[in-house]
């Protein structure tokens, strides 16, 4: 499995996962997933319950990275099972 890196929002609700494309589709790859998930119960018990999935290119997923960093969310480790 591809590595993946967390950020998690100012308020503790909402987290999103970066991970590299690890299959090829079509030849293709360069681009990443962003999931979306909420935070349920207290973090670090369960893991958050994945919403949403969009696959971008890898120069936008850094742009969303950086720009969700500037806004006030920070790196976490993934630390539940």
């Known amino acids: ?6 950020l998690i929002n100012s308020n503790r ?8 494309n690890d299959k090829s589709i079509d030849g293709v790859f360069e681009y990443m997933f962003i ?7 207290e973090l670090g018990n369960k893991p958050p319950v994945m919403t949403n999935t969009v696959s971008v290119e890898i120069d936008l997923a ?16 993934k630390n539940w099972n």
């Open 1 to 6: 499995m591809a590595k993946s890196y967390w």
């Open 13 to 20: 609700s909402e987290v999103k996962r970066f991970m590299k």
């Open 35 to 41: 999931d979306t998930g909420k935070i349920v119960g």
């Open 62 to 77: 850094r742009e969303i990275y950086e720009r969700l960093l500037s806004k006030g969310w920070r790196k976490i480790e």
